[in-house]
């Protein structure tokens, strides 16, 4: 990895408030999302602002649990997802992310780890209101 999308990275890690709750499991998970470079564009909280302003380039992942609350087939379909990619023009998340599409991550996430994320990130309780 090279080291500006490395510092890149921890700036966005240090500026993102990401505890889900107190605990070595989030601590795990929250170091496998930052070392697959899954904080780039998503942050745990809703709220937080990307470049410029601008709805973050990906979804909160509270959002994204409150959204795929109940729905069995989610673990496997954002693990899909993650590993693959998704397609710009059934964008689900219009005005609340600033990027048309998730790239695929293969290259950068074990499918494995990717499953254990998504399930940890499914388990997030919804944003407070």
């Not at 989030?26 to 937080?48: F, R, S, W, Y």
């Not at 989610?74 to 693959?84: D, H, Y």
Request: with cysteine; hydrophobic share 45%.
């Amino acid at each position: 990895m090279k080291n500006s999308t490395r510092m890149a990275m921890l700036a966005c890690l240090a500026a993102a408030p990401f505890a889900a709750s107190a605990g070595t499991h989030d601590d795990a998970m929250v170091a496998l999302a930052n070392n697959a470079g899954c904080l780039i564009c998503h942050h745990v909280e809703p709220g937080a602002k990307g470049p410029d302003g601008l709805p973050p380039i990906g979804p909160a992942w509270r959002d994204v649990a409150a959204k795929y609350k109940g729905i069995k087939s989610a673990q496997a379909t954002l693990t899909g997802i993650v590993m693959k990619g998704s397609n710009p023009y059934d964008s689900h998340w219009k005005g609340q992310a600033s990027g048309l599409a998730m790239p695929p991550n293969a290259v950068a996430i074990k499918e494995a780890d990717a499953k254990r994320l998504v399930g940890w990130i499914l388990a997030l309780e919804a944003p407070k209101k």
